[in-house]
Structure formats: structure tokens, C-alpha cells
């Protein structure tokens, strides 16, 4: 279950409202930049999230109380590239077990309660979340592009940043016999729907 957070400026905006992420009909990506020798054939692995829940907190005509939560199971990210199916199974042990020590830390998780930004039509935002990410044991600013549309009850969300792995104690490993190894560097890309709960905008304070 998603922890009902508030804060203050929620309280402050009765037209906020809460919308719930969808998985299903959403897309989040992660692409490794690859070194060596596979860089020359321009092999950049990209991984995908499939286990992720959510929601937004936004207004349809302010950014005031904007906000997100967003947990990951770092148990579900899995290639997505057409490789044999060796070298798949042996990126996603390598990922697992050494990158991101899932039996350790099991969750990645994503907390804004400040947003900037400006309104670019109803309903339409382009944004900067100031948030920060909890990965592999490491809690850090990140700070988010996106674009928001809010259209009836939908709620579309989508941008990309770029992460460095060795800032959240991530070590670099290489894999397909060496011939694989990637950059400190990985890019996140997500195209996100949610949808309005209802009564999400009777938002009331809490003893």
C-alpha cells in the first residue's frame, strides 16, 4: 500500500488532487552507455522496470503542493534487448546480485514535495522535480525534467534524467565474458499514466 503523505501545502490547495500511477499502461526505461569493445557495434543495454506503484499530487491550474511518491521493486528490472538468451540471463544476474544487491535493497524509491516549473496550456506543466532517490542504500537530491498533462481523469507524465551509479556506492562490473562494460552513467526515461482517485481534491488536515 502507498503511505498517505501530506504536507502542508496540500492543505493550502483544495483543488489538489491524487492520481494513481498505472503501471500497467506506463513505460520506465533504464539505458546503460557501454565502453569497450561492444561500444563500437553501439550496444547500450536497456533495461526495463516492470514492478512500480505511485501516485502524483498536482492541481489543474498550479504547481502549488505538486508532489510524488514512487516506489520500484529493483527485483523487476529485466533486458529488454534482442541478445541471446545467455547474455540476457547473465546481465540480469550481474545486475542483481553485484549492481543493485536486491537482497539488500529490495526497494528504490522517489520523494518530491517541490516542484517548479511553469503552466504551458490547461492542464499542461513543464516541470523540475526536486526530489530525492533512495538507491542501493544511498538517499540523494535528484532532480527531474518532465512534462505533465492532465486531460479528464488521466493524468500523462514523461521525461528522463541521467544518474551516476558510483554516486550511490554502485559498483561498475562487466559482463558477456568482459566484452561488456558500462559508463558511470545510466539514463532513466519514464512515460507514466495515473488516474484520478476519487474524492482525491477533499484533502483534510490529520491529527
Do not use: W
Not at 502524483?56 to 538468451?85: F, K, M, P
Not at 542504500?137 to 498533462?149: F, L, W
Amino acid at each position: 500500500m502507498l503511505a498517505e503523505k501530506l504536507n502542508p501545502m496540500e492543505l493550502s490547495n483544495p483543488s489538489l488532487a491524487r492520481y494513481v500511477i498505472d503501471a500497467e499502461v506506463s513505460r520506465f526505461t533504464v539505458r546503460a552507455f557501454a565502453t569497450g569493445f561492444l561500444s563500437v557495434f553501439g550496444h547500450n543495454p536497456t533495461i526495463g522496470i516492470h514492478s512500480f506503484e505511485g501516485e502524483v499530487r498536482l492541481a489543474e491550474d498550479s504547481l502549488d503542493g505538486a508532489g510524488l511518491h514512487l516506489e520500484i521493486s529493483a527485483a523487476s528490472l529485466a533486458v529488454q534487448d534482442q541478445v541471446s538468451d545467455k547474455d540476457s540471463k547473465e546481465i540480469e544476474r550481474l545486475m542483481r546480485n553485484e549492481v543493485l544487491e536486491i537482497s539488500r535493497f529490495p526497494q528504490i524509491t522517489y520523494e518530491c514535495s517541490r516542484v517548479s516549473g511553469k503552466q504551458t496550456g490547461r492542464g499542461q506543466y513543464k516541470v523540475t522535480l526536486q526530489g530525492e532517490l533512495a538507491l542501493h542504500g544511498t538517499t540523494r537530491p535528484e532532480p527531474v525534467d518532465a512534462y505533465v498533462n492532465i486531460l479528464g481523469s488521466m493524468l500523462r507524465a514523461s521525461g528522463e534524467c541521467i544518474l551516476r551509479p558510483t554516486d550511490y556506492g554502485i559498483k561498475l562490473v562487466s559482463a558477456v565474458a568482459g566484452t561488456l562494460r558500462v559508463k558511470d552513467e545510466v539514463k532513466l526515461s519514464f512515460d507514466l499514466s495515473a488516474r484520478k482517485q476519487d474524492g482525491s481534491n477533499k484533502i483534510e488536515a490529520v491529527e
